[in-house]
């Protein structure tokens, strides 16, 4: 079977590829990929190619498909994967490496988000990286990536008992909880997690520089709406304060945050994170920096003396990834807050090298259709003379502007196929 597949061959030297996938052994399976959203991740893999610890040596000669967050449809199965993964079974694609073998995205030859159809053999390796359920959407499934970052952050927190050398992890029931840098689509996902997660915080303060983005995000998930299940959500543009520290500080009574975010690679943003901590308070440099030699000061006597912590993560466990596919299952939070821009398999070159320069939050590919890269809220105008972003227009309006099951649909129904 052939596929068509987006590769990397080194810094930013991406190629949209059409190629044969290897022939379908017992313990093998041919997946239909149907969406992928784009990570910032996949972005710093392009930029860094080989240098990036996670990318193969060896690319230039055998090209790696890009993209890991990532929902599908078995297609093929071979004899022993026949009663697990018959084919038309739904899967999303857990991406963190099993046995010691590279994560999905960074080091693979034949399966991959960005590509039509991808291949993965070997029965506890396909059991490991492809979860069968009867997922209700695939832009859920493939946004499930995010949010089991957000739950692997949130987990990672860690709070020392008061006399003793016990530890707890995960975030302070009852405690101050700040999202520095919050409302790009991790920072969205974060808070609307964080507004249902189980003995959660009371107080929630979500950062940014830029208003629209504020005004945004504050329309989707509402103070009002947190206030009603007893949790406090503020907005903060702290783009002009003339005491950022203070002023944060203040939101809290006095008492410093228990837990703080760190959602943008920025030193003067995690140097702000590490002075507003609560006594055991403990702060997560969420946002991965490209620069290996990135550094910040830090209160060393704060740390000595009122028991602040640093802590970084990066991915999560699987315990942790099934925890985000049982709250996207039950509907807790709603996926579609993060995305704003829709494309097809061609639009994933250009999308992947300008994630950074691109307004708005997650961009999600549907890898058997053709189309650019476009912003929901551009649907309308291009409705004026194209009739498919005319009814995606109409049926998101029906969604609050959102994407949404409706408009999922009709897309891979009407939408001009890439093959």
């Known amino acids: 079977m052939k596929t068509k ?31 992928d ?32 967050e990532f929902a599908g449809v078995i297609v093929a199965s071979g004899e022993k994967m026949k009663d697990r993964y018959p084919a038309g079974t739904k899967v999303a694609a857990y991406p963190p490496g099993w046995n010691n073998e590279g994560d999905l995205g960074y080091g ?12 993965m053999a070997g029965k506890e390796r396909i059991r490991w990286h492809l979860l069968p359920d009867d997922y209700r959407t695939f832009y859920e499934t493939s946004t499930t990536e995010p ?4 739950i692997s952050g949130y987990n990672s927190m860690v709070h020392q008992e008061e006399g003793s050398h016990r530890l707890h992890m995960g975030v302070k029931p009852g405690g101050n ?18 507004l249902v997660m189980e003995n959660g915080p009371k107080r929630v303060v979500v950062t940014d520089v830029n208003q629209s983005r504020i005004d945004r995000v504050s329309s989707m998930i509402r103070p009002a709406d947190a206030a009603k299940n007893g949790i406090e959500l503020i907005f903060v543009n702290t783009k002009d304060l003339p005491d950022e520290r203070q002023y944060l500080l203040d939101l809290t009574k006095g ?8 959602f943008a690679p920025v030193r003067s943003v995690a140097e702000t994170g590490n002075r507003i901590m609560a006594k055991n308070g403990c702060m997560n440099l969420f946002a991965g920096p490209v620069d290996p030699n990135f550094s910040a000061d830090i209160n060393l006597y704060d740390c000595h003396y009122r028991g602040t912590k640093i802590v970084g993560s990066s991915g999560g466990t699987r315990e942790d990834y099934l925890e985000a596919l049982e709250v996207v299952k039950k509907g807790k939070i709603n996926l579609a807050h993060m995305l704003t821009h829709i494309g097809g398999l061609d639009a994933v070159i250009d999308t992947t090298k300008n994630v950074p320069g691109i307004p708005g939050g997650k961009k999600l590919i549907y890898t058997h259709i053709r189309m650019p890269l476009t912003a929901i809220d551009d649907f309308a105008e291009k ?6 972003f005319a009814k995606l227009a109409e049926i998101c309006a029906r969604h ?3 994407w949404n099951p409706e408009a999922e649909a009709y897309l891979l129904e009407h939408a001009p196929s890439i093959e």
């Open 147 to 150: 949010l089991f970052c957000v």
């Open 400 to 402: 609050e502007g959102l």
């Open 255 to 262: 008492e410093g945050y228990d837990d703080v975010m760190v």
């Open 37 to 68: 959203s784009v990570c910032m991740s996949t972005y710093k893999e392009t930029k860094k190619g080989t240098d990036h610890v996670r990318v193969p040596d060896d690319i230039a000669e055998n090209p790696i498909i890009i993209g890991h």
């Open 383 to 388: 409705g004026k003379t194209d009739p498919l």
């Open 177 to 194: 909880l700040i999202i520095l840098g919050g409302c790009g689509p991790m920072g969205i996902v974060a808070t609307d997690y964080a």
């Open 5 to 35: 597949a987006v590769r990397l061959y080194g810094k930013d030297d991406l190629r949209l590829d059409e190629f044969e996938l290897p022939e379908l052994t017992e313990d093998a399976v041919i997946v239909k990929v149907v969406s």
């Open 108 to 119: 693979q030859r034949t399966i991959g988000g960005d590509s039509t159809y991808s291949y």
